[in-house]
């Protein structure tokens, strides 16, 4: 399990930032409310910096700031004891440090953090031996699509469409593939508001492609 005391195994930067775009456009094809979803990515948080927010509405935060140069990492759990900081952040490259230390993430609080300015290699800070809740939110950047179904199964309940998820819809958003009309309904039975799936789309930077109905007849597309 990935975790800030088994953190090789998360994948590399490119991979988790696709990971990220892909989970984000599920949740929201099965939560349009922006407030009851669980994961979210923004592709234009700052100039030239994406980062996705996950929130679990019980105060629960993570926050993971891409930027051509590198990523970082911000996990806070809420019923776990905050560490020191500078000890959590020790030797953080100085390209994260407004992010580390500035809003929103100076605000929500810091129970651990991981970066790496290198294409895979990963790094944390000064460790103590006490649990930081990073399992449990690391864990569903394992790659692996089924790892999504089993989690939103239980978040989301009876949001998505009755018969289940469907794995190969999951996998082809996960593998970037153009999200299409009928891609959606293979996960919810109808979508109420489908210009509002294509403003999420156009923030995750999501390819999509909805013929007929959905957008007044004309096909609408977005490239990476």
């Not at 979210?40 to 980062?51: A, I, L, M, P, V």
Request: aromatic share 12%; charged share 25%.
């Amino acid at each position: 399990m990935i975790s800030t005391k088994n953190y090789s195994l998360l994948p590399d930067r490119k991979s988790l930032e696709t990971i990220c775009k892909a989970i984000s456009v599920l949740d929201a094809i099965i939560s349009q409310e922006w407030q009851f979803r669980y994961y979210s990515f923004n592709s234009k948080w700052d100039t030239n910096e994406r980062c996705l927010q996950m929130r679990n509405g019980s105060g629960d935060e993570m926050h993971i700031l891409f930027r051509e140069d590198g990523c970082v990492i911000n996990g806070f759990a809420h019923e776990y004891n905050q560490q020191d900081k500078t000890k959590l952040t020790n030797n953080l490259p100085s390209i994260f440090k407004d992010f580390s230390f500035g809003e929103p993430v100076n605000s929500i609080g810091t129970t651990f953090c991981l970066w790496t300015i290198e294409l895979k290699k990963w790094e944390v800070g000064q460790l103590e031996n006490v649990e930081d809740n990073s399992e449990e939110m690391l864990n569903i950047f394992d790659g692996q699509p089924q790892t999504y179904i089993d989690w939103a199964k239980e978040y989301f309940e009876e949001s998505y469409k009755k018969t289940g998820i469907p794995l190969d819809t999951v996998s082809k958003i996960y593998n970037g593939e153009t999200l299409t009309k009928e891609m959606v309904l293979s996960i919810v039975d109808e979508l109420e508001d489908w210009q509002q799936l294509e403003k999420d789309l156009i923030e995750i930077n999501y390819p999509y492609n909805f013929k007929d109905g959905s957008n007044n007849g004309k096909s609408k597309w977005k490239l990476w």
